[in-house]
């Protein structure tokens, strides 16, 4: 059975500039997929440069969403120079050998996922006694959140690996028959193992797996040219067996993307009866103020949904092992906190509880009274493992709402990937898709995770307002995989041209190389001032934080507390 959260709920799109068209088309298709009727606002016309919707429900509850490009200024946005601008061009670039887009519509989609979260949370605030009738986001808000921990890093004087040499290369690596696969390992013994089995020295398999461990948050990952000659020794189905018996995991690189489920990435289980939500607090731009949530998650995905649910109000505590999260302590720190850690986690508080113990889920059980949402990024298995499934924790809250974060879903198939970023982006067909310097082979950046994250705040927000309004309360799963099933529903984005300027590199939009071929000798202050006088939009190309803090489009999202670099909420909820 089909469950449906915003049945009931209509979704009125007026026309979207061009900018923005992906992040209307994406709209619509995730709100279609949470039961919301979707149609076009016929004869209205949305606000110049913007996207224009709205959201109402039966009960006359009215939400106005406008897009734009920037959070600071009105100028023309394409996904290109969005891209460009956030740092995700400048940021891939360290593996890809070059300047490039993504090649997908990445911000658009994320930004459809982000304005679905916030304007179904606003409907739901009205509900609840609030007044959130408007929801502001932008393009670029988007693409700081996904850029964050990227860019909270370098803040704080993040030291990247370097390559040991001129011949030494990241990731994918390619197989005697020139097929391209990702591997990942949780494990130094496996990694290890693995290549010991394929000849490699232990000199080289020891300094390759520093980088390759770190490349989750330096966006590099420069390895021995010796392990990439291995690979290329062997065909790929002997390569599979070595790694199961290593105990580390391969997949091939898909190169047509996967089906997107039918359902996006969202699993919802049938819901039990709940009674409504407590009213909500006065304030308009909180319309989740004086709900309650658990996370019990750790790394990006789950942890990211915390956040974005604490944005929009709820108070979100942290279930963390005993001694903490070790995420806690990785470099660089600001005020003994990870920066990496601080920017999907500032302001949550915590517990320390261990929930395989009987204490540990005494607590827990103590913790979930009053509770409205439970959250948690657990291996498959896990949760039924200990006897934390949505049934067994709803005997300490009968209308929680429960969500999972997960890979490829609660029940992985065998032909399933493990579900962590880079092995999803091959598996999915994202990594086809996404340019290197000589051929499309991914990127070293959290798109999924951070996409996953999005998602499963978008359908935990959606349960809730079918909890209050419908009186069921419901769980789900939100999966990487699927997250990006959708972004790849979405067309190819355009890839926008670099221009090399005599003190760094702008990207254009729409631009024809010969129009341009005379500009490369001036700074790019003076060629940004050229191209604005011919009507050509340009972005700097954002290569680091201060890049981004710069940035007249930008730099009013981004702030400085105790804990170092800090990003502005993607949205502005008001009256």
Request: glycine share 12%; net charge negative; hydrophobic share 45%.
């Amino acid at each position: 059975m089909s469950i449906r959260p915003l049945e009931g709920v209509t979704l009125r799109l007026a026309e979207a500039p061009t900018g923005l068209q992906a992040t209307r088309e994406a709209l619509a298709l995730r709100m279609g997929l949470l039961g919301a009727r979707v149609c076009a606002a016929a004869g209205v016309q949305g606000l110049e440069g913007q996207l224009t919707a709205w959201l109402e429900d039966a009960a006359g509850a009215r939400v106005t969403l406008y897009v734009r490009g920037w959070p600071c200024g009105v100028q023309p946005v394409s996904e290109a120079l969005a891209q460009a601008a956030c740092g995700l061009v400048g940021w891939h670039g360290r593996s890809a050998g070059g300047l490039f887009t993504l090649g997908v519509d990445y911000l658009g989609v994320l930004t459809a996922s982000l304005a679905s979260t916030a304007a179904v949370a606003a409907l739901l605030g009205q509900r609840r006694g609030s007044s959130s009738h408007e929801v502001h986001l932008s393009l670029g808000g988007a693409g700081l959140l996904a850029m964050a921990q990227y860019l909270a890093m370098d803040d704080a004087g993040q030291v990247l690996p370097v390559p040991g040499g001129a011949d030494w290369q990241h990731p994918p690596f390619t197989s005697g028959e020139g097929l391209r696969f990702e591997l990942e390992a949780l494990d130094p013994e496996a990694w290890r193992r693995f290549w010991e089995g394929l000849g490699v020295s232990l000199a080289d398999i020891a300094a390759g797996w520093p980088p390759f461990m770190q490349r989750y948050t330096t966006a590099t990952a420069w390895l021995p040219p010796s392990l990439f000659r291995a690979c290329a020794r062997h065909r790929l189905a002997d390569l599979n067996c070595l790694a199961r018996d290593a105990g580390v995991n391969l997949c091939a690189l898909r190169l047509t993307p996967q089906a997107a489920c039918a359902q996006g990435p969202w699993a919802f289980d049938p819901p039990v009866s709940a009674a409504a939500l407590a009213r909500a607090p006065s304030s308009a731009a909180q319309p989740l103020a004086g709900l309650a949530g658990l996370e019990a998650c750790r790394l990006i995905q789950g942890p990211l949904a915390g956040h974005l649910l604490r944005e929009l109000g709820m108070q979100v505590t942290r279930i963390e092992p005993p001694g903490g999260d070790p995420m806690r302590g990785m470099a660089p720190l600001v005020g003994g906190l990870s920066v990496h850690f601080q920017a999907i986690n500032r302001g949550k508080p915590w517990v320390e509880l261990d929930v395989r113990s009987e204490a540990g889920q005494a607590r827990l059980g103590q913790l979930l009274e009053g509770c409205d949402a439970f959250l948690h990024n657990w291996a498959p298995g896990r949760a039924e493992r200990l006897g934390l499934t949505a049934e067994a924790l709803r005997r300490h809250a009968p209308g929680l709402v429960y969500g999972s974060a997960s890979g490829c879903g609660r029940h992985p198939g065998p032909d399933d990937p493990l579900g962590t970023d880079f092995m999803i982006q091959a598996h999915s067909g994202l990594a086809a898709c996404i340019q290197q310097h000589d051929r499309p082979a991914g990127a070293l950046l959290t798109l999924v995770d951070v996409l996953g994250g999005a998602a499963l705040a978008e359908g935990l927000v959606a349960a809730l307002y079918q909890r209050h309004v419908h009186g069921l309360a419901g769980g789900l799963d939100s999966s990487m995989s699927g997250a990006a099933g959708l972004l790849l529903e979405a067309a190819i984005a355009d890839a926008g041209q670099v221009l090399a300027c005599a003190d760094g590199h702008l990207m254009l939009d729409g631009a024809a190389p010969s129009e341009v071929a005379s500009l490369g000798h001036l700074a790019s202050g003076e060629a940004l001032a050229h191209l604005a006088a011919r009507g050509i939009p340009a972005s700097r190309i954002s290569r680091c934080a201060a890049d981004v803090g710069a940035h007249p489009w930008l730099g009013c999202a981004l702030g400085r507390d105790e804990y170092g670099l800090r990003t502005a909420s993607p949205w502005i909820i008001n009256a």
